[in-house]
């Protein structure tokens, strides 16, 4: 065999040809009545509409809270990081979006967009703050990354309601992206909230939650492939 | 597609019409069972007519489709393992179930070319079946199968580089 005899014998497949019932079949099976349907919004305005349910979310949960983070940072470590958490909060909702919709265009490999927020995070904080210099670092970690948590998980419920009204082809992987999505709601949360402004803590503590969150919709996500 | 979202039932006929051919192919020849092939069929078909309002005018029609097929056949596989491992003896069931689905596969054009790319794992099979036999373009089945272009020209060179060598085929 040849490369030509192998393209030819790959190009033979479009001649394969189902039975002529099969079409009237495919007609007959649905349902009797063919309501209207309204087209999902396009992907730009799905993107915005769920970073503004983000961005919502983060600004009640803290103002039920308290504004301490924000309160404690100086202005320009205020731009930088709340910037960070807006630009990543945006990519998320992106990544949510060509999860939701079949056939939507991949911008990224699987878990580049994860990985690329928890970087971030780390490499602005580690700049902008003092490094592991908190006393009674458990006692102070473990209240944040349970509201952490607690975050992440309403947002995560959140998410998979408004992932219910599409239709996901990739569980797995939107599973994990949803997970590190709402893990990052935690997180900015925290950064509203939590007026520790120490590199240590808020890598640990803050970022924890996310990876925890991470983890919880890895499981989640595994365990629906499985179920199909 | 868009007559069809609003309601027009001359509109799904046709679809079905010019869809059936295609999702037969696409699943004909990674199953290797007619019958099978067709249930696949009517269940993405059912699947499309559910998630109908996820497609958007403007947007390429044919990756929006072949998504939803790839989760139809994951999940049809994923279902016949767990029925295997939950109801049968474990004492090969699964391989009990392969050799009935072979047994009634066509002689003749669909075994030669279904041996071609049974050799293949899974993603790189898919690939070649979306670019050779579907004549989807790059950018198309990297929308179909949830990855970037350049991971879809991977696999393609890949699977072909495999193919070459496993068929002895002289360059």
Known sequence: MNSRDLEQR???????KPGPELAERMITGLPRECPPVRPLPSD?????????AFAVFCLVVSAAVGFFGFDAMRPAD???????????????????VTGAIPGAKVRAPAGWLETGAALAVTLAVWWMFPRFGQEQFMKHGIPCLRLGCICAAVFGALGVMVLRRAYVTELRRTALLLACFAGFSGVAVL??????LDAGHIIVW??????????????????LERGG | ?????????????????????????????????????????????????????????????????YAIARRTQVDRYRKRHRIARHELPDDGAAEQIAAASSDSVEKGRLPELSELLKSLPERQRETVLLLKVAGLSLEEVARAT???????????HRAYATLRRLFGVEE
Not at chain 2, 14 to 27: I, M
């Open chain 1, 10 to 16: 790959l190009e033979e497949g479009k001649a394969l």
């Open chain 1, 44 to 52: 730009r305005a799905l993107t915005f509409l769920i970073f503004a």
């Open chain 1, 78 to 96: 205020r731009g930088v990081y709340y910037g960070l958490i807006a630009v990543f909060g945006l990519l998320f909702s992106a990544g949510l």
């Open chain 1, 191 to 196: 950064s509203l909230h939590c007026p520790l």
């Open chain 1, 206 to 223: 803050h970022l924890g939650a996310m990876a925890v969150s991470a983890l919880a919709g890895a499981v989640i996500g595994m365990r």
């Open chain 2, 1 to 65: 597609m868009i007559r069809y979202q609003q309601g027009d039932a001359v509109a799904a006929s046709k679809l079905a019409e010019e869809l059936s051919a295609r999702l037969y192919r696409f699943f004909v020849l990674q199953v290797r069972n007619h019958q099978e092939a067709e249930d696949l069929v009517q269940d993405c078909w059912l699947r499309i007519h559910k998630a109908r309002h996820t497609y958007r005018s403007g947007e390429p029609l044919l990756p929006w489709v």
């Open chain 2, 146 to 156: 949830g990855a970037t272009v350049g991971a879809v020209k991977q696999r393609a």
